[in-house]
């Protein structure tokens, strides 16, 4: 499976701390995205990183891409009970045409 | 911009109906579109790739018969579940490739369709 994974797969945190979540993939990319599903909705596009860039940001999110390590990171920084939601990263392959999703992590924030 | 919308977006059917789902381009010309299949808390699985004016390339184990896909114009394409029993109750997501590529080869997703077969 080209199903890249992610870690945790869960993730409970109170309001106002940060959470991380990590991505591992497993083919050369052209780019890493990230998105936001809330329970039964469709996606949120948050943020991409194109395969020669490290870092970026976009608010309180910030995304790290390691090609070496086939890994990327997704931060959110000062946490709201609105953050609550599954996230996804995607990944755009070199030669291909599709997207692939990693496997997800739900997030929790408590309030 | 960039609008992808689905159509119906929540539908309930008798086992061995045929269900068939519409994904729209509203704002944009999208030369490809793409189907995922989301079971409830897992990730969203590609399906197939729809190329307008071409047939679709199906995902290894996604049923072509099972699951027709048709991508008529640029701003169109259906899936349609053949036949459909309870197992196919799923959330369906489409996305749509903007002609030329767009920034990044960026996709637009549409809200999903949920099916429900009894």
């Known amino acids: 499976s080209q199903q890249g994974e992610e870690d945790p797969q869960a993730l409970s945190i109170q309001e106002g701390e940060n959470a991380t979540m990590n991505c591992s993939y497993k083919?050369?990319?052209?780019?890493l995205q990230w998105y936001r599903q809330n329970s039964g909705r469709g996606l949120v596009h948050l943020i991409l990183i194109r395969s020669n860039e490290r870092e970026k940001h976009s608010g309180r999110l910030r995304v790290t891409l390691d090609t070496s390590k086939k890994s990327s990171s997704l931060l959110i920084t000062a946490s709201r009970a609105a953050d609550t939601a599954s996230y996804f990263c995607?990944?755009?392959?070199?030669?291909?045409?599709?997207?692939?999703f990693g496997t997800g992590t739900s997030l929790t924030v408590i309030p | 911009g960039a609008v992808v919308s689905q159509h119906p977006s929540r539908v309930i059917c008798k086992s061995g109906t045929s269900v068939k789902i519409e994904c729209r381009s509203l704002d944009f010309q999208a030369t490809t579109m793409f189907w995922y299949r989301q079971f409830p808390k897992q990730s969203l699985m590609l399906m197939a790739t729809?190329?307008?004016?071409?047939?679709?390339?199906?995902e290894q184990g996604v049923e072509k018969d099972k699951f027709l896909i048709n991508h008529a114009s640029l701003t169109l394409s259906t899936l349609t579940v053949t036949s459909a029993h309870p197992e196919d109750s799923s959330f369906y997501i489409c996305s749509a490739k903007i002609l030329g590529g767009g920034l990044h080869n960026e996709q637009f997703f549409g809200p999903g369709t949920r099916l429900t077969v009894l």
């Open positions: 995607a990944t755009y392959e070199d030669t291909g045409n599709q997207f692939y």
């Open positions: 729809s190329n307008e004016g071409s047939k679709a390339t199906y």
């Open positions: 083919t050369s990319i052209n780019n």
